[in-house]
């Protein structure tokens, strides 16, 4: 696999795909960017496959590059149309990539290269990259958020993080993890849970997006108990950004 993956770093097979994301009026107000490796021979493979390999050998800080170039390059298009300018492009950020003490400079040099309004990009982090070291991730967040970037706490309820250091990180947003949604209509328990999310989430002052929305009854019961986004196959599957601009229109 390591081979086959230093080979498509190379010969930048990759594609990226994007899952749109809606407002409480039903409406979209961005994408999630999502890596896919075009294979030759074996089509496309999901990052599931490949995502622990590049970490174990380090090509995950070429990947997660490209995919931060590439979704500026498609959030610049954005920014030129007007009927589009409004949308955000959300990627993933690995905790090898952002404990770089190079990677804010990088990201610094993408953004000019595209000038890009950065108030329209957010990383998204995890729970055990937030706290992994928690005053060097402050430093380096604000570093990316003097930028104008903003950050994404991704599947907010299923890591470790203490409640204390939620007021501490510039977060901007909490992203409620698709397993408490999956069940959200029949199981109390996640029900409660993302009751207590969203409303300490309100009370921070931070945005709360919702992942694996599948149904109306979900969509309806988060809107409901004050939920900002939504994201999930109710909206669209992760599609090629050519299937993606039928879904803005």
């Known amino acids: 696999m390591e081979s086959l993956l230093r080979a498509a770093v190379d010969r930048q097979q990759f594609e990226l795909y994007f899952q749109p994301q809606y407002g409480h009026h039903g409406r979209p107000i ?8 075009n294979h030759p021979e074996r089509g496309l ?36 149309c007007t009927s ?3 949308l955000t492009i959300s990627v ?4 090898m990539q952002f404990s770089q003490s190079e990677f804010a400079s990088q990201v610094t040099q993408i953004i000019q290269q595209h000038a890009i309004n950065t108030k329209q990009l957010k990383l998204e982090l995890t729970e055990s990259l937030l706290l992994d070291n928690v005053d060097r991730t402050i430093i380096q967040m604000e570093k990316l958020g003097a930028l104008g970037i903003q950050f994404s706490l991704d599947d907010f309820g299923t890591g470790y993080s203490s409640l204390q250091y939620l007021k501490k990180l510039p977060l901007y947003q ?9 069940d959200l209509m029949s199981d109390m328990s996640d029900q ?9 989430a309100n009370s921070l002052g931070l945005e709360v997006i919702a992942e694996g929305v599948e149904t109306n ?4 019961y988060l809107q409901n108990k004050g939920c900002h986004y939504f994201q999930g196959y109710l909206f669209g599957k992760p599609m090629p950004i050519s299937e993606l601009a ?3 229109r």
Request: hydrophobic content about 45%; some cysteine.
């Open 30 to 37: 961005g994408a999630e960017g999502l890596i896919r490796w």
């Open 45 to 80: 493979i999901s990052p599931a496959a490949f995502i622990s390999t590049a970490e174990e050998t380090g090509l995950i800080i070429p990947i997660g590059l490209w995919v931060l170039e590439t979704a500026c390059k498609q959030l610049k298009q954005w920014q030129k």
């Open 246 to 248: 039928i879904y803005l």
């Open 174 to 182: 909490l992203k409620i993890d698709q397993s408490f949604i999956r």
């Open 192 to 200: 409660s849970i993302v009751h207590t999310i969203i409303s300490m």
């Open 217 to 220: 009854e979900q969509f309806q």
């Open 84 to 86: 589009t300018e409004h």
């Open 92 to 95: 993933n950020v690995s905790s």
